[in-house]
């Protein structure tokens, strides 16, 4: 099983910028890995994906879509979501996650257990 670890968060301005990592113990090209943020009070919900293997298929939330970007360095076991034009909605945890679905249009069905997450906040 993937043991994956995020880091990464901070607390940053409206308008800001972070960059999330999020790392494995071990790596397989065959896992969609997913990024999830959940709000206080609020339900967990799928920010972004990308696709397993050597593919680049990524999905957004339209929530993000044209200020979040993932990407994956397969040679360091990573996934990094770069977050730019942060909005006061974005505070939240956030985890990454192995997911049975990513597609352009779709993000789902996450499996394997979840990581501590880290610290999005965006107050000025």
């Known amino acids: 099983q993937v043991q994956l670890v995020e880091s990464g968060g901070g607390l940053v301005q409206p308008g800001g910028s972070l960059r999330l990592s999020c790392t494995a113990s071990?790596?397989?090209?065959?896992?969609?890995i997913a990024w999830f943020r959940q709000a206080p009070g609020k339900e967990r919900e799928g920010v972004s994906c990308?696709?397993?293997?050597?593919?680049?298929?990524?999905y957004y939330a339209d929530s993000v879509k044209g200020r979040f970007t993932i990407s994956k360095d397969n040679a360091k076991n990573t996934v990094l979501l770069q977050m730019n034009n942060l909005k006061p909605e974005d505070t939240a945890i956030y985890y990454c996650?192995?997911?049975?679905?990513?597609?352009?249009?779709?993000?789902?069905?996450?499996?394997?257990?979840w990581g501590q997450g880290t610290q999005v906040t965006v107050s000025t």
């Open positions: 996650a192995t997911v049975f679905v990513c597609t352009v249009t779709k993000l789902g069905a996450p499996f394997g257990s």
């Open positions: 071990t790596w397989s090209l065959d896992h969609n």
């Open positions: 990308i696709s397993r293997g050597i593919g680049t298929t990524a």
